[in-house]
């Protein structure tokens, strides 16, 4: 049975699982307000649809055109924008944004207020530590250039990026890999890699017994 709290808003054609938590105050299946200059798609939206067993708890908004797996939980004041794809048992921290056309992978977990620009892929069991801080547009909304290569980082399947870690755009992080705290990562970092510092370089590898079975 759903729990949908009194103060929840679920508009229209939104698309409920089973035993599905919606929380005090949170919206469901919103539809994007764009600016006049935003880059995103002005498609109409299918409605949002949610798993089995999902969570969007109180405050959090997740957007029309979004799926959600089985078993996500988007925390207190997230919020989840248009198009994007969420596999089975993501967690998304309180206060963190997802924006638009971004995929992220089964079990991975997103901590509190971070930041997954739009055009992300995060794979399978990444971890993303609180206020890490992902970029898509190198122009910074200057000439229109910018359109044509703007896109987020991709984080490979197992990949960690520590707290208060900046990604530029584009980059790929690798299988495995490991970003410390407060890493800039200016350029890809191979798999395995363990990278710190600004800017990020590698000082060594992953050590066998911290790799996923």
Known sequence: MNKIAE???????????EDVIVGDYAVVGKQPVLGRRSTAARDELPPLTVGDRCAI??????????????????????????????????????GSLVENDTTIGARTRVQANAYVTAYSTLEEDVFVAPCVVTTNDNFMGRTEARLATMRGPTIRR???????????????????AFVGAG?????????????????????????EDELLS
């Open 7 to 17: 103060t929840a808003v679920v508009h229209p054609g939104v698309e409920l699982g």
């Open 57 to 94: 708890l109180a405050g959090a908004i997740v957007f029309a055109g979004t799926h959600l797996g089985s078993g996500v939980i988007v925390g207190d004041q997230a919020c989840v924008r248009e198009r994007c794809e969420l596999g089975d048992e993501v967690v998304i921290g309180r």
């Open 158 to 176: 197992g990949a960690r990026i520590g707290g208060g870690a900046v990604l530029l755009p584009g980059i790929e992080v690798g299988e495995e």
């Open 183 to 207: 890493a800039v990562v200016l350029a890809d970092v191979p798999p395995r890699a363990v990278v710190v510092g600004n800017p990020a370089r590698k000082i060594r590898d992953v050590p």
